[in-house]
């Protein structure tokens, strides 16, 4: 396993050992946890599981109709 070395200030980490302790977790393990949850590739399977329940949702194509996409801005 992988060590990594984190630099934040006192308030954060105090906000992040409060979050782990309330959690039952290391700091460690919350990290990794938060970590997991924000670079994953996929979609969740209760959100997956989510597709199709409202048989009524209009389709991509009914949403966006016959109406034109407005220019957008030059950077």
Do not use: C
Request: glycine residues 4%.
């Amino acid at each position: 396993m992988s060590k990594i070395t984190l630099y934040m200030d006192a308030e954060l980490l105090d906000t992040v050992r409060a979050s782990a302790e309330a959690a039952g977790l290391s700091v460690s393990a919350w990290l990794t946890q938060v970590v997991r949850q924000h670079t994953r590739r996929e979609w969740p399977a209760d959100v997956v599981a989510l597709a199709g329940a409202w048989p009524d949702f209009p389709s991509a194509d009914e949403i966006r109709g016959n109406t034109p996409d407005i220019p957008r801005e030059p950077l």
